[in-house]
């Protein structure tokens, strides 16, 4: 290994390096505002040029800008880059299409000048994943995770159908997350994603797999090996049967009378026709239809076999909410009895108050209080504004009135009022800046704006 590759490439436990201060040939880049860190693949980083305001690391522990893919690794190498990292929907530039839709850029090209400006393509992305924040490790990972990828690349999270999965359907843009399914669903259900009719399958009543063949079988032994024959109806003694069991080698002869039958329209006519199982023999009208598993090798019957319906899914407001917040609330949490409120549930908690009180003549106020996140990352770091920004709007919802209507965002805290005019609400809010102020430190810049009757409409057009 030259000089060079060996300045540019992080050990798992090393500190940060800029490869700059020890490969002075490395390639000037077109834009000199930022540098990138980039983590590799680690059987895959011999291959990558060296740049001068990009840094490789092999630790997926290092927070990273972005995600280097050369070569073409194992998919489960990346889907544990994917799972031990701390950035919530990470950007990655693959020279494989085995990642399909989750790269968010497919270069052939791995050269100096190409892979600089490769990186410098995806930057406004990189930045917009950046200011989320961290992923936790936890129960909330891969939803957060999901809504990350729908809100930094702004698309549906659309399935596509591939015959190689036993469910058919499968989410690209989601890979590296466990049962991503019943992940989607789960937001859905919450609320925070919105569904779109996308295709319904039929399932396999012994595997659940939705790789079935569709076919025609009979209603006694289940075989598919069928013919339709043509019925005979003997006018003079009524008997009818499939044209076989009348065939004899010199034209047709009843079965059950032993007349034979000279003239059709006279003797007998051709009702109609019938499946035949060439099996066992059943003769039937119409034959059922089943499901024979390409899986499992078993058979489903048509009445018997369930199905399952996938949908696109669409970012909702209340799931841009909870990913800048960095968490899920759930039934379960503490949040849900005062601060739990999702966006859509306030908005109509509070619309309602708000139809009760102009009908009624009653006080109503709303209040908004947002802290300034630039002051505070100024003052404390970046690092650590999501940490005191969770602590300000658990200060603040403890401090509200049992009645009262409360939801967070990431930076802000909503809260509405009912029975409460203008004097009061100005004391509750100054009694939540107060327990603020003596819990926090640095002291912080918050924003309080107090809505009444006639403005409160205008508050919850401004909540997206």
């Given at each position: ?134 992923l936790p490790f936890g129960p ?86 069928l013919s339709e024959r043509s ?125 009760v009180a102009q009908r009624t ?104």
């Open positions: 290994m030259n000089a060079a590759h060996q300045g540019r490439v992080l050990a798992p436990t090393a500190e940060l390096v800029s490869v700059s201060s020890i490969a002075g040939k490395g390639l000037r880049s077109p834009k000199q505002d930022r540098r990138f860190r980039c983590l590799v693949e680690n059987s895959s980083w011999r291959s990558l040029p060296v740049l001068e305001d990009v840094d490789y690391s092999l630790d997926p522990r290092v927070e990273s800008d972005l995600i280097l893919v050369p070569g073409d690794p194992e998919a489960s190498a990346i889907g544990e880059l994917l799972g031990q990292g701390s950035s919530p929907a990470p950007v990655i530039i693959s020279q494989s299409s085995a990642l399909g839709a989750r790269a968010d850029l497919v270069l052939s090209d791995w050269s100096a000048s190409s892979l600089s400006a490769a990186i410098h393509s995806v930057a406004p992305v990189v930045t917009r994943v950046a200011e989320l924040p961290r909330d990972r891969d939803g957060l995770s999901v809504l990350a990828l729908a809100y930094t690349r702004e698309c549906s999270l659309s399935p596509i159908l591939r015959p190689d999965e036993p469910a058919i359907v499968v989410y690209p843009q989601l890979f590296g997350i466990r049962n991503p399914r019943a992940v989607l669903e789960g937001l859905a259900e919450a609320g925070r994603l919105r569904r779109q009719f996308f295709e319904r399958l039929h399932l396999c009543q012994y595997c659940d797999s939705s790789r079935l063949h569709a076919r025609e079988v009979c209603m006694r032994c289940h075989s598919s090996h019925l005979i109806h003997h006018y003079r003694c009524g008997w009818q049967a499939v044209q076989s069991s009348f065939e004899v080698s010199h034209g047709y002869v009843c079965p059950k009378c032993r007349k034979e039958l000279r003239h059709y329209g006279v003797d007998y006519d051709k009702p109609g026709r019938v499946m035949c199982c060439e099996s066992c023999g059943e003769t039937m009208s119409e034959p059922d239809v089943g499901f024979l598993c390409l899986d499992c090798l078993r058979f489903t019957s048509g009445d018997r076999a369930g199905f399952k319906d996938w949908f696109c899914y669409d970012l909702l407001p209340d799931g841009v909410a909870a990913l800048k917040i960095g968490r899920l609330p759930t039934t379960h949490s503490i949040d849900d009895g005062r601060r739990g409120r999702t966006l859509r549930d306030f908005r109509l908690l509070v619309s309602h108050s708000l139809f003549g009653r006080p109503l106020s709303a209040a908004r209080l947002k802290i300034d996140i630039a002051d505070l990352a100024e003052k404390i770091g970046q690092r650590e504004v999501d940490a005191v920004c969770e602590l300000i709007r658990d200060i603040a919802v403890h401090n509200i009135r049992e009645y009262d209507i409360a939801a967070t965002l990431a930076d802000t805290v909503l809260v509405c009022m009912p029975e409460t005019d203008e004097a009061a609400a100005k004391v509750v809010i100054d009694r939540i800046q107060r327990a603020i102020f003596a819990t926090a430190h640095p002291r912080l810049k918050i924003k309080a704006e107090i809505f009444l009757i006639a403005q409160i409409d205008q508050l919850l057009d401004s909540l997206t």
